[in-house]
Structures are given as structure tokens and as C-alpha cells.
């Protein structure tokens, strides 16, 4: 009976040192190399952590990092976060109350301790600046790629000199998506945001979409080239004296196009169906806006869409001829579309318990989880085209499918912790 008890005791204790091992607790200086990985997870950041210079902090595909509120991670030597399409490298809050996370710090990169960051497939939520480069020029360099930033006040913000690199990169339902200075952004997705850009400089923005958003772009002294700024309440608001470069962008549907505060614009813009202005001069001056098209040559209706001294005297003329004809047949395939991310969608969830029922479905669906608090849901066809958007704080929904064609479509549901997306039968 004794050895029964004996191994017991030792098999409770085994199960519990396993359990242990299960999460690390972190907290102090980083005073060695560290590789941080999937099997030591979830690691517990409880109080401020540095890497200091010389030592390099490797994460691994699939590692959580959890941290208490009011937490900082300050990297003042390499940090390499090694996320995969399959394995997102999670950096998120430990703690809630009545199921409302409570937010942490962020991750710091101090450049001017000579720091470095590569970032690749990680996801930030609910930090107040889920990273930060700080000012000035010792370190580099500093790049995100494949990364989802989501519920944070400030996603990516600071500036050190040198330029970061943010490419393919999601942003929703932050504060600000980005802030400062000092990066070059490309092929980028903004969504529901307050500001996709906030009071920045020396940014450019190429290749990225800018979609329901408060304001898509509130910056200056850096180009915009080729993007799409869709359904938002302002598209691009000049900050200082405004972009240098804005060419070859969309700037459509939204309440208003441009607010221009000083440059005027490049060439060869589509701006046109803003609901209130397409363009509106700030300045006492008259402004050059030639060259650009306007989805009209009538200098009537383009003028009613224009804000100017023929509107307010204390103001200047925006000068927009010689205009541009151009083939307005292009804004009915503009779509607030993911697919802009090619190589890394929204990071998924793994392991997720959203249950989606009937499916097929007739008149209704309804979407449920035991754990997850669903903030959103939103109802695709195939083409790309948002056709419901319901937000939410709760774990069970149901949708009505009534006014919908029979056919498939894509269901993305949005929670605190990710996004799921699910394909659906209409009957």
C-alpha cells in the first residue's frame, strides 16, 4: 500500500512539473540569447522586460506571449520574431475584466541603443503602441511584414531616422493604425480604423487600401501612390503642408476626397463620387489639382464637388484643368478586398470554437461560441462584395439570410482574439 501511495504522490507531482512547463513567466533583464518557442508558451510578461545590447531575442512560429497591463518589452539589442502563414507568433494582453481585455504597453524597439527588429506573421491587439521605434539612428533596421495589428490605440507609431518597412501588413479597429514618422508602407490593408495614418511625416504608402475608416490618411512630406481609399469619412486629410506626391491613387466614395493644406496634387488620381466634396482647399491660395481626373468634363457639376474661394472668399482657387479622361468603368470592380494581403490573409485562428448553424441555410444562421466574444460580423459574395456588416459583444448571433440569392458566400467573423472565416450555403 505504502509503493501504491508512493507512486501516487509521484505521478501527481510528474503531471504537475508537465503542467508547469506548459507556461514561462518572464520578467527583469535579458542578459543572454534567448529562443523563445511554442512548447514554453503561453510566456507570462508580469512587469517591464529588456533585451539589452548584444543579445538577440529569437521567437518562434506559433509562441504566445501574454502580458500584464501596463507592460512594456524594450528591445535594446536583435529582436527576431520568426511567425509563419500557419503559425502566427501572438504578442497579447494576460489580463481582462468582465471579459474586456485590459491593455498592455507595447514592444519598444530602442534604436538609439542600436536595436533591430524583423518581424514576420504576428499578430498585436489591445496595446496602447503595439510597437515603437525610438528616435534616433543607431539601430537598424527595423521591418514587420505578414502582421496583424487589431483593437490597439496606436499600432505602429515612433521614428528613428531610417526608415521601417511595413509590408502586407492588416490593420483594424485601432485608434491609429500608424503614427510618427520614418516608414515605408506597401501593400497594406486599413479597416475600420479612426485614422489609418495619424499626424505622420517622411511616410510613404503605396499599393495599400484604405476602407471604413474615420480618416484614412491625416499625414504629410511623404507620396501616396496607387492606393484605394474607399467608404471613409475622410480619404486624405493634408497634415503640415500635406503629401508631396499623391498619383495613380483611387480616392472615391468617401465623405470627403482630399483636404489639401498646402501641396497640391500629382497626376493622374481618380477622385470622384465623394459624397460631400471630392476636394477642398484649406489654404488662401490658389492650388494646382490639375491633370487628375474627376469622372466628369461638365465644369459645373465638377465644381459643385469642389470647395474653394467660390465657396468661401477668405480661400484660394483649386485650379483643375487641364483635367484627365480616364475610364470610370474601374470603380465598380473597387472592393474593400483582402485579397490585397496575398501572401498572408488576417492571421486565422487555430484550434477557434465557432460553431455556424444551419449551414446550408435558408432564412437564418446562427453563429455561436463558448469561449469567444464575437465583435463583428461580416458577409461576403464571392466577388469581394460586403454585403452585411452587424457589430456585436456576444458569444451568439444569428443572422438573417432572407434578402440573399441562393449561392455561396464567405462569412468572417471577427473576435477579440482573431478572425475566422467560414464558407456558406444560401439555399
Known amino acids: 500500500m505504502e509503493k501504491?501511495?508512493?507512486?501516487?504522490?509521484?505521478?501527481?507531482?510528474?503531471?504537475c512539473g508537465f503542467k508547469s512547463q506548459a507556461q514561462t513567466t518572464i520578467s527583469g533583464g535579458l542578459f543572454v540569447n534567448q529562443t523563445w518557442t511554442i512548447a514554453g508558451s503561453p510566456y507570462l510578461i508580469t512587469d517591464t522586460t529588456t533585451l539589452f545590447p548584444g543579445?538577440?531575442?529569437t521567437i518562434q512560429p506559433g509562441t504566445v506571449l501574454k502580458f500584464s497591463a501596463n507592460v512594456v518589452l524594450n528591445i535594446r539589442g536583435t529582436l527576431n520574431v520568426q511567425g509563419t502563414s500557419s503559425d502566427s507568433v501572438y504578442f497579447i494582453p494576460a489580463d481582462s475584466i468582465n471579459n474586456q481585455p485590459q491593455s498592455w504597453v507595447g514592444v519598444v524597439i530602442d534604436n538609439t541603443q542600436g536595436a533591430t527588429a524583423t518581424i514576420q506573421y504576428a499578430v498585436f491587439n489591445h496595446a496602447e503602441r503595439a510597437l515603437e521605434?525610438?528616435?534616433?539612428?543607431?539601430?537598424?533596421?527595423?521591418?514587420?511584414?505578414?502582421?496583424?495589428?487589431?483593437?490597439?490605440?496606436?499600432g505602429i507609431t515612433g521614428y528613428s531616422g531610417i526608415a521601417a518597412t511595413v509590408t502586407r501588413c492588416y490593420f483594424g479597429y485601432n485608434y491609429a493604425a500608424i503614427n510618427q514618422a520614418d516608414k515605408d508602407v506597401d501593400h497594406c490593408f486599413f479597416e475600420y480604423n479612426t485614422f489609418g495614418l495619424w499626424a505622420t511625416e517622411r511616410i510613404d504608402v503605396t499599393n495599400s487600401i484604405f476602407c471604413s475608416n474615420t480618416t484614412a490618411l491625416y499625414g504629410g512630406r511623404g507620396d501616396l501612390?496607387?492606393?484605394?481609399?474607399?467608404?471613409?469619412?475622410?480619404?486624405?486629410?493634408?497634415?503640415?503642408?500635406?503629401?508631396?506626391?499623391?498619383?495613380?491613387?483611387?480616392?472615391?466614395?468617401?465623405?470627403t476626397g482630399i483636404v489639401i493644406t498646402g501641396n497640391g496634387l500629382g497626376s493622374n488620381n481618380i477622385i470622384c463620387e465623394n459624397v460631400n466634396f471630392n476636394a477642398i482647399n484649406t489654404q488662401n491660395y490658389n492650388i494646382s489639382i490639375a491633370n487628375n481626373c474627376w469622372c466628369t468634363t461638365n465644369p459645373i457639376a465638377l465644381g459643385v464637388l469642389i470647395y474653394d474661394a467660390y465657396d468661401d472668399v477668405n480661400l484660394g482657387l483649386l485650379q483643375y484643368t487641364p483635367l484627365v479622361v480616364c475610364d470610370t468603368s474601374i470603380l465598380s470592380g473597387v472592393l474593400c478586398d483582402l485579397s490585397i494581403l496575398t501572401s498572408s490573409e488576417e492571421p486565422v485562428l487555430i484550434n477557434d470554437d465557432i460553431v455556424v448553424f444551419p449551414n446550408p441555410a435558408s432564412d437564418a444562421m446562427t453563429i455561436e461560441s463558448s469561449r469567444m466574444r464575437i465583435t463583428a460580423i461580416e458577409l461576403y459574395d464571392m466577388s469581394g462584395r460586403l454585403l452585411l456588416l452587424e457589430k456585436t459583444n456576444t458569444n451568439r448571433n444569428?443572422?438573417?439570410?432572407?434578402?440573399?440569392?441562393?449561392?455561396?458566400?464567405?462569412?468572417?467573423?471577427?473576435t477579440a482574439d482573431g478572425i475566422i472565416s467560414r464558407k456558406i450555403i444560401r439555399e
Do not use: M
Open 133 to 154: 521605434n525610438v528616435c534616433c539612428f543607431g539601430g537598424g533596421p527595423f521591418s514587420i511584414a505578414n502582421s496583424s495589428f487589431k483593437y490597439n490605440t496606436l
Open 398 to 414: 444569428t443572422i438573417s439570410l432572407e434578402n440573399l440569392a441562393a449561392g455561396v458566400y464567405v462569412l468572417r467573423i471577427v
Open 4 to 15: 501504491k501511495i508512493q507512486s501516487l504522490v509521484l505521478l501527481v507531482l510528474l503531471l
Open 55 to 57: 543579445f538577440t531575442l
Open 225 to 255: 501612390q496607387n492606393n484605394t481609399i474607399i467608404y471613409n469619412g475622410t480619404g486624405v486629410q493634408g497634415f503640415f503642408e500635406g503629401f508631396y506626391n499623391v498619383n495613380n491613387n483611387i480616392i472615391s466614395r468617401n465623405d
